[in-house]
DNA sequence: AAGCTAGACAACCGCGTTCCG
DNA sequence: TCGGAACGCGGTTGTCTAGCT
């Protein structure tokens, strides 16, 4: 990376901004306002990078910028929106006037994601952690027991580290194993060797890990149509998780106990030979959060209420497909993304289902992260095709 | 009182994208 | 069309402070 120029002069002043140096920057931008921030330094007097010039200005100085704390609307909406789009906190941001990205994005990592952590829910994928597992698990299973918590993503290692039994945290129960889930110092430690191997066998074996023992190898395709049928499987058979403090956001409603999030699932080409189904790479893509209200079906239980114009302009792609939906005779009350449930098994079918839109649209997050896992925990099985 | 720990948030860094000559 | 500069974003680090031992 070429730094800029203005950052080149080995002068500039890094560190906390003094109030002379906010002054000058404010008096600049009232005289000139704000764009061309590599000539601010200079004609404002500071020895600062104008880099570092627009960050103080955008982040702080602003005139319209919020300082008091987050409402729990703001809370609310904040979550909701990481649900639908992951880390995107300029877009997030913007649905919450006053604020800044980096307040956004501290707020998150100080406060939220401890806060879903300690309900039992994992806040990267938005779901439940023992269904991260459980889906983990399913895929894991092709590492032929090679597995490492080191792939797992920060909130579910520090779980292992904290909890290390397999079985799925009761949410009451798992708040007092997720504190200090943002804290560096414990991920420094977390990082120290010899204690990131996890026992082998750790993940149950399930029918993928079957048929990759004898296929070998699946293609991404295959593996990412994998994951989402067990995703969506695992969705409705997962656990009830109802924040009290967002009695409607994490609700995954069921009406079988006893059934394993994992025992459905099932290698994709089976399960599309068995069900009828049929993927593609639309189905992977990030749309549904982003429908306009009326392309929504009816009766859906969670509308996002930002505008949907405002953000996410890419993944727009076969609407007028994505846009079906089920609504049948069994109460299924899902958004359009699980338009695979048609076909799906009818033991999937006899559970009452709800699933939030949140649970849904994060369904891409948790995609993004497994697909990366796979190409670089898979990277000796992507390049050895059985076919 | 001193040292330590953790929370909060400001600021920096690196990278990708966009703009412009 | 190309290359450099500027901009924007997300991840990470630094610093301050309050609370605890």
Redesign the pocket.
């Known amino acids: 990376?070429?730094?800029?120029?203005?950052?080149d002069k080995l002068n500039v002043?890094?560190?906390?901004?003094t109030e002379e140096e906010d002054a000058k920057i404010l008096a600049y931008v009232s005289k000139h306002g704000t764009?061309?921030?590599?000539?601010v330094p200079k004609k404002a007097g500071l020895r600062?990078?104008?880099?570092?010039c627009?960050?103080?200005w955008?982040?702080?100085l602003r005139p319209d910028l919020k300082r008091e704390?987050f409402t729990p609307q703001e809370e609310e909406l904040i979550i909701r929106l990481h649900a639908a789009l992951?880390?995107?906190?300029?877009?997030i941001?913007q649905q919450l006037p006053g604020r800044t990205?980096?307040?956004v994005?501290?707020?998150w990592?100080?406060?939220l994601r401890?806060k879903l952590s300690e309900m039992g829910i994992d806040p990267v994928t938005h779901k439940p952690f023992s269904q991260v597992l459980a889906d983990y698990g399913n895929i894991g299973g092709l590492l032929k027991s090679r597995t490492r918590i080191g792939s797992l993503n920060r909130d579910m290692k520090n779980s292992f580290m904290i909890k290390p039994e397999p079985h799925p945290p009761q949410p009451a129960i798992a708040a007092e194993g997720f504190?200090?889930i943002?804290?560096?110092?414990?991920m420094k430690t977390m990082a120290s060797p010899g204690i990131e191997p996890i026992q082998e066998n750790f993940f149950p074996s399930s029918n993928i890990n079957q048929h990759a023992a004898t296929c070998g190898s699946l293609d991404l395709l295959s593996q990412l149509q994998a994951i989402k049928l067990v995703t969506e499987a695992s969705n409705y058979g997962g656990y009830q998780i109802i924040s009290p403090q967002f009695p409607n956001q994490y609700t995954l409603s069921l009406s079988s106990p006893s059934s394993s999030s994992s025992t459905s699932s099932t290698c994709s080409t089976t399960a599309q030979e068995k069900a009828g189904l049929a993927f593609s790479w639309r189905d992977f893509l990030l749309e549904d959060a982003f429908l306009p209200y009326d392309h929504h079906p009816q009766g859906q239980d969670h509308i996002p209420e930002f505008e949907s114009k405002d953000i996410a302009p890419q993944n727009h792609s076969g609407n007028e497909t994505s846009a079906e939906h089920i609504e049948d005779d069994k109460n299924i009350i899902i958004n359009n993304n699980s338009r695979v449930l048609s076909g799906m098994d009818s033991e999937l079918l006899s559970y009452g289902i709800q699933a939030s839109s949140s649970t849904e649209s994060s369904f891409v997050a948790a995609m993004l992260d497994q697909e990366n896992e796979m190409f670089s925990e898979f990277a000796n099985l992507l390049e050895d095709p059985c076919y």
């Open positions: 990376m070429v730094r800029p120029p203005c950052c002043k890094k560190g906390l901004w764009g061309n921030w590599t000539a600062r990078c104008g880099k570092s627009r960050l103080r955008t982040n702080y704390s992951g880390s995107r906190w300029s877009i941001a990205d980096n307040d994005k501290n707020y990592n100080t406060k401890k504190s200090n943002n804290n560096r110092r414990v």
